[in-house]
């Protein structure tokens, strides 16, 4: 089991930056590969960023490269999103989740948190 807890969401303008953050507690944190996904209002959950669990490979939905960055710190059980250049269509409630399986098979994530709101305005 691992417990999730977003949190770094907010409002800010566009072109601002923000940095997520995912703190995790429970069993081997280290172990689990580890996504972000978002969902803005009327549409369905979309992927955004995943890493492995050594965090040395990570892959990106196309449209989000060279302005998001996932990293993960696994002393700190913590994953981390670094968004730049924020655009309003970034606007969404951002999830991160853990996967004990392939870091792109998306239908190994089993844990989820909470959430947390991104709010991007023009």
């Known amino acids: 089991q691992v417990q999730l807890v977003e949190s770094g969401g907010g409002l800010v303008q566009a072109g601002g930056s923000l940095r997520l953050s995912c703190a995790a507690s429970?069993?081997?944190?280290?172990?689990?590969?580890m996504g972000w996904f978002r969902q803005a209002p009327g549409k369905e959950r979309e992927f955004v960023a995943a890493?492995?669990?050594?965090?040395?490979?990570?892959y990106y939905a196309d449209s989000l490269k060279g302005r998001f960055t996932i990293s993960r710190d696994n002393a700190k059980n913590t994953v981390y999103l670094q968004m730049n250049s924020l655009k309003p269509e970034d606007t969404a409630v951002y999830y991160c989740?853990?996967?004990?399986?392939?870091?792109?098979?998306?239908?190994?994530?089993?844990?989820w948190g909470q959430g947390t709101q991104v709010t991007v305005s023009s």
């Open positions: 429970g069993h081997s944190f280290s172990r689990y590969a």
């Open positions: 989740a853990a996967s004990g399986g392939y870091y792109l098979d998306f239908e190994t994530y089993r844990y």
């Open positions: 890493l492995t669990w050594p965090g040395s490979n990570t």
